[in-house]
């Protein structure tokens, strides 16, 4: 079966799946970071039999393309699982493949021992930050609009002692958020001329979200994939890129720390859809265990 159509059975899967560290490995799709040289992931989650068995193959994705690439060795390590505070002993895999095509990893996808690269249609593409006051004028007063919507429908995150939020959450109006677009650019999306993927951080009194969302021309495109905070990096240190499996405008949006952090390397993956974004991976490498992931 040719690659891209492997690949682009995942994406009906991740469409329904909200993953965090918890779910680390769900359907087969693990982030991948690069530690004292060695590309390596981690089994966060033990499944049996082992998904990092000697020799198993992941697609890898990065910020320059993508590769097959399999399984050196496994072994138990620490450094990559924190619970309650403490790092927790996991299996750890170190990948063999070409990684000057691939550029910094950021996810492997689990494939057949006879996936191949072969005639894909496979569409990759480097999303640089375009926000510029254009992308205000054109967004600003809609996305307030949103905000407001979300807090009176109860899907905007309240801090439990923001009494001032609260009180506003009565009457709420678009004036009383502070809205910041971090990050912008276009990506090419099935069916619209316009298409627009944007962060933005919306503010009410001392309660704030940050979301992923999707933009045709001035009109938001499904629902906040929201991108907490958790190891509190700041959207400017992430890099972007969009990567469709099948080329056929379904894609991935990928992220990661553009360089690694004190506090630990972190790795984001949405499906861009008509219907909107959808979170399916959220992870970190927190090495000094810091609450969070």
Known sequence: MRAFCIAALALPLLAAAAGAQEDYGAKG??????????WVIFDKKPAKPSPLSDG????????????????????????????AGKPVKARAALL?????????????????????????????QNLPNKVSDATYTLLDSVLRKAAV???????????????????IQQNPTPQKFQVKIDFGSPVS?????????????????????????????????????????????????????SYDPSGSGSPFLLA?????????????????????????????MDIRCREGF
């Open 189 to 241: 999306l099935n069916g619209m001329t316009g298409a627009y993927v944007l962060v933005e951080e919306s503010a009410l009194s001392a309660s704030y979200r940050r979301c992923l969302r999707i933009a045709n021309g001035d009109q938001l495109v499904g629902d906040c994939a929201e991108m907490p905070r958790a190891l509190m990096a700041e959207t400017a240190q992430l890099e972007f890129v």
């Open 149 to 167: 919507a979300d807090l009176t429908a109860g899907r905007f995150p309240l801090k439990s002692d923001d009494e001032a939020a609260h009180a």
């Open 29 to 38: 799709i693990y982030p991948v970071y690069e530690v004292s040289g060695q």
């Open 56 to 83: 198993a193959k992941f697609l890898v994705i990065g910020t320059q393309g993508a590769q097959v690439f399999s399984v050196g060795r496994s072994s138990g390590t620490y450094g990559g699982v924190c619970r």
């Open 96 to 124: 063999k493949g070409p990684r000057t095509v691939v550029g910094r990893p950021i996810i492997g996808i689990k494939v057949s021992p006879k996936f191949t690269l072969k005639d894909s249609r496979a569409a990759y």
């Open 256 to 284: 990661l720390t553009k360089t690694t952090p004190l506090w630990g390397d972190e790795r984001w993956g949405f499906v861009l859809k008509p219907a909107g974004p959808r979170l399916f991976l959220k992870d970190a």
